[in-house]
């Protein structure tokens, strides 16, 4: 370390006046960002409202660790940032009257069967609605009847929607948790027991990062923000509960406790897409849900490179049902995402921004951001859609006119026209070969990756778990659908293909199960309670004084399974139909059919993973056959094949297709490099 001269001569500067452009930065970003004033907050944000977290693993194998608490001032420096900035979005919505805060404050919560002249079919029983005030309207003239009996929301006032929002969130608590690889997540607990609906809690491991990672500047900014939007999204979950279990007074509450459970599902927002109330604010405030990218497997530490913002409902979300028939969830579908500019992060973080009068509704525009980086990505089937090459778009075709869109936008084609210069011989042939292959499909290698590592444990729930998830990047349940997404000659080749082959070949590798569930590594539901505990401020509020337990399933639920069901097998190519009596060599006939199926049309596909395929199973039907020789009858269907077989191959570009009996190499002008 070279220590800065103690002394220095007229117009000379030390070291210790020396100052990187990151040092200047940070000083600019202390003096300009949003300034914190907790007093001017909306109540339920405070700290009094907040709860302590001793940080645990859910076996407790190893010490415990800090305490999570607002009153541990490099928690609260970090926090503090966020919430004041979740204040301001929220006291902007409620300015703006914005029609998606009034739909969550007021709207009709009902059950779709009162409806279904105007929704059709609904999508299960007991499914749940809520309806903003424009469809009520739509709903009104459809059947004759003026005026629409809900106009009166229009004359509630801004003062009227934020006494709600308080009300409304009065049970709604605040803590900190593991919830990887979430931002924070909201909590539906016993409103008896703890009098609490909902306790949202703030991931450690994000606050962590902001507040020891070595991180950018950018980087800091765009955490923060993230945080906030996510918070935004809890919050919208949190108000549905509180609407649906202590909000009796209100006429627009007609869902049912008795009928529904505590844990209702969220309803539909206006009888379409998918019920997930967070999600849907997400896109009527800031244009859809977002995401810092990549996102990094638990444990590693990756810095955000991109904060996107993808338009929902989107087809690759599956965790919850949608309305059948929905158009997001078709083959052809488009995902859109908006890779967001910094400027648009930096703008919320400003001070200035708040303080600008140019722009009297701060909730405008999805908060004054413009669509400039868009990439749209077809719905292939068989699991997340990916990030096409982005387009910059019209700056003259943009609803607002925002000074700083222009300097990003010339900046970017500056930038991009220096690196396509360096990269334009061969980046577009080799990344959409790349793409398109096996290798390409991310999301799917990970899980071969976690399969692999249960077989190496014999852990059966794991293995067939991610085995049964696999084997369905075709849909084998849908003989059309499933036929449709096969490689066809001409076509260029999707990676769907393979990871049903290996699906096929996982569930030729591991013992057949045969209960429904099959219950694994513990013999209960494993499941435990964190602790949370109130803060100082916290303590002193009378309703605020008591511990909160918030229960959930022991690991995370991909990576650590507790149950699987049994496994299946379907004729997709002969009857259809589900094939009842059958061992693991018929998952391996399957196999067979397939490739002959896919020589006979002549497809083209990478011979590196129709190799490594065939390989493994030439591998596994030879292990197979040794078993069912040492174990009679179907005893060979329950044991353990001594290893896994299949590996994934080292990239090459090489294609393969089917001639004169044998796979051979292929060359394609444009596509073999």
């Keep these: 370390m070279v ?13 210790g006046e020396l100052q990187t452009n990151e040092e200047k930065h940070f000083e600019v970003y202390e003096r300009e960002r949003i300034k914190v004033d907790e007093t001017k907050w909306l109540p339920f944000l405070r700290k009094n409202r907040w709860f302590d977290w001793i940080e645990v693993e859910s076996d407790f194998a190893v010490e415990a660790g800090r305490t999570w608490s607002v009153d541990d001032p490099k928690v609260w420096e970090v926090v503090a940032i966020i919430l004041e900035l979740v204040n301001r979005i929220l006291e902007a919505l409620i300015r703006d009257k914005h029609e998606g805060l009034q739909t969550m404050l007021y709207g009709r919560m009902d059950y779709w069967e009162k409806e279904m002249d105007i929704l059709g079919p609904e999508p299960e029983p007991d499914s749940a609605i809520i309806l903003s005030l424009p469809f009520e309207q739509e709903i009104s003239r459809s059947r004759g009847v003026h005026p629409c009996p809900w106009d009166w929301i229009l004359d509630t006032t801004s003062a009227q929607w934020r006494e709600r929002l308080i009300k409304l969130m009065t049970t709604v608590g ?4 593991t919830v990887y690889p979430a931002e924070a997540v909201a909590y539906t607990i016993d409103l008896e027991e703890t009098r609490h609906t909902t306790m949202i809690c703030i991931s450690v491991q994000k606050v962590l990062d902001i507040m020891e990672a070595d991180r950018t500047l950018g980087e800091l900014c765009m955490m923060k923000v993230d945080i906030a939007l996510t918070i935004v999204h809890e919050i919208m979950h949190a108000i549905g509960q509180a609407r649906y279990r202590n909000d009796p007074d209100y006429d627009g509450n007609r869902l049912d406790l008795a009928r529904s459970g505590i844990f209702c599902r969220e309803p539909f927002l206006d009888g379409d897409g998918i019920a997930e109330l967070g999600n849907n604010m997400d896109t009527h405030f800031f244009g859809g849900s977002k995401q810092l990218v990549p996102l990094a497997p638990q444990g ?19 965790r919850i049902p949608h309305v059948p028939g929905s158009a997001f969830a078709e ?8 890779f967001v500019e910094s400027t648009w992060v930096s703008k919320m973080l400003s001070e200035s921004f708040w303080q600008d009068d140019s722009y009297p509704n701060k909730s405008e525009n999805y908060f004054h951001r413009n669509f400039l980086f868009i990439s749209q990505s077809p719905n292939k089937g068989g699991g997340p859609v990916g990030f096409e090459v982005a ?19 010339r900046e970017w084609h500056e ?21 398109w292959s096996p290798w390409g499909d991310r999301f799917s290698r990970r899980k071969l990756q976690w399969f692999a590592d249960g077989f190496v444990q014999r852990d059966s729930v794991k ?4 085995a049964r998830n696999v084997v369905t990047a075709l849909p084998w349940k849908d003989q059309d659908l499933y036929f449709k997404m096969l490689p066809r000659m001409g076509a260029e080749e999707q990676p769907q293909w393979a990871y049903h082959c290996i699906g096929l070949l996982m569930l030729a590798s591991i013992p057949l199960q045969q209960r429904q569930p099959v219950i694994g590594r513990y013999q209960q539901p494993g499941s435990w309670a964190t602790e949370h505990t109130p803060s100082m401020e916290a303590a002193a509020v009378s309703h605020q004084d008591q511990t909160v337990y918030l229960w959930s399933t022991f690991g995370n639920v991909d990576d650590k399974p507790t ?8 004729d997709v190519l002969g009857t259809g139909r589900e094939i009842v009596d059958f061992t693991q060599f018929d998952y391996l006939a399957l196999f067979d059919r397939l490739l002959q199926h896919m020589a006979m049309v002549r497809v083209v596909v990478h011979s590196g993973f129709l190799n490594a395929l065939r390989s493994a199973k030439h591998n596994i039907l030879k292990e197979r056959q040794d078993l069912q020789k040492k174990y009679p009858g179907r005893g060979h269907t329950t044991k353990w094949l001594s290893r896994w077989h299949f590996e994934v191959p080292e990239y090459s570009p090489q294609l393969s297709s089917f001639s004169d009996g044998s796979w051979v190499e292929v060359y394609i002008e444009g596509r073999n490099l």
């Excluded at 220590?3 to 500067?13: F, R, S």
């Excluded at 990756?302 to 338009?311: N, R």
């Excluded at 149950?563 to 379907?570: D, F, K, P, Q, V």
């Design 563 to 570: 149950e699987a069901g049994r496994t299946r097998l379907y």
């Design 300 to 318: 590693v530490n990756a810095p955000p490179l991109s904060f996107v913002i993808t338009e929902f409902p989107y087809a690759s979300y599956t």
């Design 174 to 177: 605040w803590s900190f948790r």
């Design 415 to 435: 930038r991009n026209a220096m690196w396509n210069n360096f990269r334009d011989p061969w980046w577009p042939r080799y990344h959409f070969d790349w793409t």
């Design 391 to 409: 387009e910059v778009q019209d700056l003259t075709q943009m609803p607002f006119d925002y000074p700083d869109d222009a300097v990003v936008v």
């Design 3 to 15: 220590e800065a001269p103690i002394t220095a001569g007229p117009g000379q500067v030390t070291f």
């Design 463 to 466: 293995c067939t778990s991610v």
């Design 331 to 338: 083959i052809g579908a488009m995902t859109v995402n908006h």
